[in-house]
Structure formats: structure tokens, C-alpha cells
Nanobody, 124 residues
Framework: QVQLQESGPGLMKPSQTLSLTCTVSGASITANNYYWTWIRQPPGKGLEWVGAITYEGNMYYSPSLKSRTSISRDTSKNQFSLQLNSVTPEDTAVYYC????????????????WGQGTQVTVSS
């Protein structure tokens, strides 16, 4: 069973840089075919895919957030992180980290796991 736990600042001011970390247990972040993803849900809206880092260390970003987003990993701590620059109130959301194991042949999900989510509020 893969378990994920987000950690982050909670309350931020506009123009600051958001840094979130996801600590993973039950699987190595370098285990084959895992995609480690950040997803957010603004209040009253649906889920928004932010970006991902693969088991090989390749990064993918949402086009709408790419200019402000960086995802990295620390294999020694089995963690991956999200950095979002120049936050605005529109970045207020619950941020989730997600682990998705992808079939390399069909590119379909073989099952995913979610963290409990962490609320990030951007307000002056």
C-alpha cells in the first residue's frame, strides 16, 4: 500500500513562492512505471492537474502553469516536491499528491493512491 503525505505552508501572501513536499512510503519513487503527480482543487471547482515527475525523473507540467511551476524529487528521502512561483489568490486550493502506476504497454493506470491533501490559501 502506497501512502503519501503532503506538507506545506497553509497561508501565503501574493507574490510568494509556494513549496510543497510529498513524503512517500510503501513504494520507492524510483520504482518502475510510477508517475508522481500534483493535483489541486480550488474552492467550488474541479480537480486540476498541475504536473508530474516520473520514476525516471522526467517532469511534465500543465501548460497553464508551466511558467511558474517546478517539480523535483529527493530520492534519498523518498520525497517529491512542488514549487509554484508568484502565487495569487487564484492559486488558493487543496493540493494533493498522487501516485499512479502506469502500464507501459497500454499507458493506462494500474491503480493510484492519494494523499489527504493540504489547504493552501493565498491572501493579502
Amino acid at each position: 500500500q502506497v501512502q503519501l503525505q503532503e506538507s506545506g505552508p497553509g497561508l501565503m501572501k501574493p507574490s510568494q513562492t509556494l513549496s510543497l513536499t510529498c513524503t512517500v512510503s510503501g513504494a520507492s519513487i524510483t520504482a518502475n512505471n510510477y508517475y508522481w503527480t500534483w493535483i489541486r482543487q480550488p474552492p467550488g471547482k474541479g480537480l486540476e492537474w498541475v504536473g508530474a515527475i516520473t520514476y525516471e525523473g522526467n517532469m511534465y507540467y500543465s501548460p497553464s502553469l508551466k511558467s511558474r511551476t517546478s517539480i523535483s524529487r529527493d530520492t534519498s528521502k523518498n520525497q517529491f516536491s512542488l514549487q509554484l512561483n508568484s502565487v495569487t489568490p487564484e492559486d488558493t486550493a487543496v493540493y494533493y499528491c498522487n501516485a499512479d502506476r502506469v502500464n507501459p504497454i497500454t499507458a493506462t493506470s494500474m491503480g493510484d493512491y492519494w494523499g489527504q491533501g493540504t489547504q493552501v490559501t493565498v491572501s493579502s
